[in-house]
């Protein structure tokens, strides 16, 4: 599910279902590979704090606990032309 989505940040954020349990921080969607899984895109390579943090908020003021999304640092990866 595309949640939000926003062309000028080159971000969207994307849940893996309908999210129904509730953690006492919010609400998360099931655990293993179907119906599982919250995630925020962003077109570049190394993270815009600033964009991140639209889209955890965004999240959380749609009910979403944030303790399931996981910090990635991409910035070694090496870049597909």
């Known amino acids: 599910w595309v949640l939000e989505y926003?062309?000028?940040t080159g971000s969207a954020l994307v849940s893996?279902?309908?999210p129904s349990i509730d953690t006492?921080?919010?609400c998360?969607?099931?655990d293993g590979v179907n119906g599982s899984g919250l995630w925020?895109?962003?077109r570049q390579q190394e993270r815009d704090?600033?964009?991140v943090n639209m889209m955890r908020q965004k999240a959380k003021d749609q009910g979403?606990?944030?303790s399931v999304l996981n910090?990635?640092?991409q910035t070694n990866c090496a870049k597909v032309e």
Do not use: S, Y
Request: proline share 0%; charged share 35%; glycine share 20%.
């Open 64 to 66: 979403f606990d944030l």
């Open 49 to 51: 704090e600033d964009v």
């Open 16 to 18: 893996g279902g309908q």
């Open 24 to 26: 006492g921080d919010g």
């Open 71 to 73: 910090l990635v640092d």
């Open 6 to 8: 926003d062309e000028a």
């Open 40 to 42: 925020i895109f962003t």
């Open 28 to 30: 998360k969607n099931g």
